[in-house]
DNA sequence: CAGACTCCCGGAAACGTTTACAGCAGAGAG
DNA sequence: CTCTCTGCTGTAAACGTTTCCGGGAGTCTG
């Protein structure tokens, strides 16, 4: 038996070495054959047999290292909890399939430095490209998101002259398109409940829900507007409060997870929906739909974002030196029935009555695009 | 200047031959010092120098041939989307994370093919570890995880002698917690809205119900059980499809997706909860308390089971040669609003009653642990 | 002042793979 | 029969890092 030099035949794994010693062939000869590139068809054979024999294994590291490629593509999220992540990953993990590579989620729970030590981690070359989502960017953030080492691609408002691939979409305008349907269904006493300030998304949703309600001509009243975080339980606590110290007939929830807190809070307070107040989330993710009344919601295009995303990171993998590009996507409006206008008599949140036809009231996602 | 033997000062990246040869020194100093061992402080100082000015990155992957470890961690899931693997997710991020790595997620989709070729793609070396809880085990699939490469933990149901670090719940025994919960509050025409049996927790989820109902002697009455996905919409469907022909005056559902869907149902159907249906659902998820009225909910301790899984992988990781593990996370119920015994008097769904009070028949996730 | 000890340094090997290159045998053409 | 071409094979280099090891310089001890 060629026992020549084996590798650790102890414990160690078998390599490419193992194989080839076991065939009696070189190990140039091993790699042709397990890559399925030349070799005569005896060769073949036995390259195979002994790869099987001792259960080979290709060391994708090794490969990676040598290819300068690792098939595998990030996407970083602050909170995997929150569906409109989901349905963006959704989109992207699809593009990212079809071209053979497999996508990995990290979540930074928020945390900016853990965001900027992923990027500087991860991304040294892990993986070979990299979306990140990010809803706070300080400089330095942007900095490392600038001279990452593998392609990055910002799924997000970012500054305007920031040299990297940008996917955004106007947020601003999307509240608007809920002000503008809350207004035109005779809302007047509009409220907002709104995720951070200090976040990109929270400071362009103000701006949109102040700059609409001026359109309008309506005098904002800061009691109707609340800030908590981007979660279910923050809009919960935002709205309890808000209850207490005001009556609004309409409130515009700066992400769905807000505004299915909100729903509940107005429900355990004895408010009906629509009929007292209308209720409008955003992100138009499947929670919107899950809940009863089923919300009416803006949709940035998580979906688009995502698979639009994906494809700019492919093709600047493709070509490193490509310049960075800024594609953006319109905000629409989802109307269902926690703000449809309905005359009074036939209240859209019926409780205790027959079943026959009071599914109709909750119309199957009518996609209104203003 | 020591201009001897750059790497392509064209287009390639820097790596430690560059930085060693602008700062003078060989190799070996450079790493060293990046490593932050041993070095003089002159030598220090030159090679910190030059790896600012050139913008060095080490490449992870390279590293992680030398040292055989990337530091990284999977967790492979059905879906994303579904709230109880995001619980799960977060705990095991947070042991992961305290161990100096960091978590990947991947979906699977469901799709077992896709399963087993991840394990054996990703598993080639790319993490250290993977956690996965696979919905569907074939002798494939099994045979994949067995001789994984890497070592690997299951969170669910295994076969008895599988040779792989397992954690599992009893969902068995979960469903049963509900029937009696249900039949105590003398509900006796008790539904089953299920996921595909074809599937593990499927299979057992069934097996728990009839037995559940047996042991109250009670008839199974087959127009009350229902089978679809374990998602919302398939949830909704297919109580939809049991409501059509049949009259239950209680729901155990297989998980809170499904349960979410069928209180949609219910409530369009026109039926009050609880006072005509009772609804628990499954796995606890922050989504039964989003609900209004909240879900009652079987909690299978997914918090609890991602923690121990990422134990056992990380202890795994750090000595391969245990024997295999195999924990167990006992179920409990939490009763909520949706299935909560009251009198007639005082029916738990209002709709349009004041605010006062209206909030305290909503319990604040009092656990049953039976 | 000699010896032992400590510290730092550079050369070289190693991790496991792919691949450029050259050698070699066999086959077909002239 | 010789020349060329084809197809396969093995040697060795490369990917970028860490680390073992031997050597040299300096310091402390006796």
New interface residues.
């Given amino acids: 038996m060629g026992r020549k030099r084996l590798q650790e035949s102890t414990d160690g ?1 078998p390599t490419v070495h193992t194989v080839a010693a076991r065939a009696g062939v070189s190990i140039a000869s091993a790699s042709r054959v397990l890559n399925g590139v030349g070799g005569s068809p005896e060769t073949i054979r036995k390259v195979r047999a002994a790869a099987a024999e001792v ?1 080979y ?6 490969r ?2 040598q290819s300068q490629r ?1 098939g ?1 593509v ?1 996407l970083a999220v602050e909170d ?2 929150n ?1 409109v992540y ?1 349905e963006m ?2 989109a992207i ?1 699809s593009v990212v399939a079809a071209s053979g590579r ?6 930074t729970g928020g945390q900016i430095a853990n965001e900027t030590a ?1 990027l ?3 991304a ?3 993986v070979d490209g990299m979306i990140v989502s990010p809803i706070r960017v300080t400089d330095d953030h942007l900095a490392a998101l600038v ?1 990452s ?1 593998v392609p990055v691609v910002v799924v997000g408002q970012l500054a305007a002259d920031a040299p990297v691939d940008n996917v955004r979409t106007d947020s601003r305008t999307g509240v608007g398109l809920a002000v503008d349907h809350l207004v035109a269904a005779s809302r007047r006493r509009i409220g907002f409940v709104n995720g951070p300030l200090d976040t990109v998304p929270g400071a362009a949703r103000d701006a949109g829900f102040r700059a609409a309600l001026a359109a309008h001509g309506i005098d904002l009243d800061d009691r109707l507007v609340e800030v908590g975080d981007f979660q ?1 339980a923050a809009g919960r606590a935002a709205t309890e409060r808000l ?1 207490a110290r005001a009556r609004p007939d309409a409130l515009v929830c700066a992400n769905d997870l807000i505004a ?2 909100a ?2 809070a107005l ?6 929906v629509p009929e007292d107040v209308a209720l409008v989330g955003m992100d138009d993710t ?1 929670l919107a739909r ?3 009344p089923q919300l009416s919601s803006v949709s940035l295009g998580s979906t688009e974002r995502g698979r639009r995303a994906a494809e700019l990171l492919l093709q600047r993998i493709a070509d490193p030196t490509l310049p960075p590009r800024r594609e953006q996507v319109a905000p629409s409006l989802a109307v269902r029935a926690s703000s449809a206008a309905v005359p009074d008599a036939a209240p859209l ?7 026959a036809g ?2 109709l009231p ?1 119309p199957r996602t009518p996609e209104v695009t203003a």
Same sequence: chains 1, 2.
């Fill in positions: 794994r259960g294994v290709p060391n994708a590291i090794a990676s290292l690792t595998l990030a995997i909890g569906p989901v990953m959704r993990e497999q996508l990995l989620v990290h979540a992923l500087r981690q991860l040294h070359r892990y001279d080492p279910y209850l299915v807190g729903l509940h429900l355990v307070a004895g408010h009906r499947e899950m809940m009863f949140f019926v409780s205790a009555t027959g079943p009071a599914d909750t």
